[in-house]
């Protein structure tokens, strides 16, 4: 089965995508393309659902590089393979031939790229990190490496839209501490529960650091479950576990 995945018009002419879930080896409720080491699934089906990916991003597997993601504001820049994943939540390359990557389940998956500077980047982007400042580190790391903030554009891929991320009302005053307006991003619910909107709560951050534009793919992952995993419908269904997508962009040669 062929591999899909979504791209971006204004991220052209970087290589980069933001994969589905078709066309992987994985089985049961990995079942497709799941390219998380982290989960439950068999080793051998996760390594060759990333070779399958490294392929269709013309690069050898060890240069379809991601972090071990811990929810941080964390940048670091590669130019190499790492021996070891560090522990962070962005990454930022000017080197050609490698692939950016980052791996998501209901967060936000954000590419960068600064075609005429050569300088693209990668975050995941949960609330907390999203919150923390994640999307901001990663645009001030692409900018000390040489991008210019007004050629900077953002595209954040499939994750869980407002209707399916419900809360409580100790998250919304997280958000209300930090400030006021991030009212507008919460809509009510039935009882006490609201809902939040995290990929519009993305854009307002991206928009605020003037780089060229920032946009969303209007992809949910939890609404549609042929195409991509979310970890909350996962949670939903009591499953064991579930399936980490893969977004990734490369600067080629």
């Given at each position: ?32 393309l ?73 967060c ?131 499953d064991?576990d ?7 962009i490369?600067?080629?040669?």
């Amino acid at each position: 089965m062929t591999l899909e995945f979504l791209t971006s018009d204004t991220l052209t002419p970087i290589r980069h995508g933001f994969f589905t879930r078709a066309g992987g080896a994985s089985l049961g409720i990995f079942a497709g393309l799941n390219c998380g080491m982290g989960s439950c699934d068999k080793n051998e089906f996760v390594a060759t659902n990333r070779a399958r990916v490294a392929k269709v991003m013309d690069v050898a597997a060890n240069r379809l590089i991601g972090v071990h993601q811990v929810h941080s504001t964390d940048v670091v820049v590669v130019d190499r393979p790492f021996d070891i994943p560090p522990k962070a939540d962005g990454l930022v390359t000017r080197t050609s031939g490698i692939a950016l990557s980052i791996l998501t389940a209901d967060c936000q998956p954000v590419l960068f790229a600064d075609a005429q500077s050569g300088v693209i980047g990668a975050a995941h982007a949960g609330w907390k990190g999203t919150q923390a400042g994640i999307l901001e580190a990663t645009i001030n790391k692409m900018i000390k490496m040489g991008a210019k903030r007004a050629q900077i554009h953002a595209v954040i891929g499939p994750t869980i839209s407002q209707r399916a991320y419900e809360v409580g009302p100790e998250f919304r005053n997280i958000f209300l501490k930090d400030n006021p307006i991030n009212t507008c991003f919460f809509a009510i619910g039935k009882g006490d529960r609201m809902h939040f909107d995290l990929p519009s709560y993305g854009l307002l951050r991206l928009r605020a650091c003037g780089i060229a534009s920032a946009t969303w793919t209007q992809h949910c992952t939890y609404f549609d479950p042929k195409r991509f995993f979310s970890y909350r419908r996962s949670v939903h269904n009591n499953d064991a576990d579930y399936g980490r997508l893969i977004s990734t962009i490369k600067m080629d040669c």
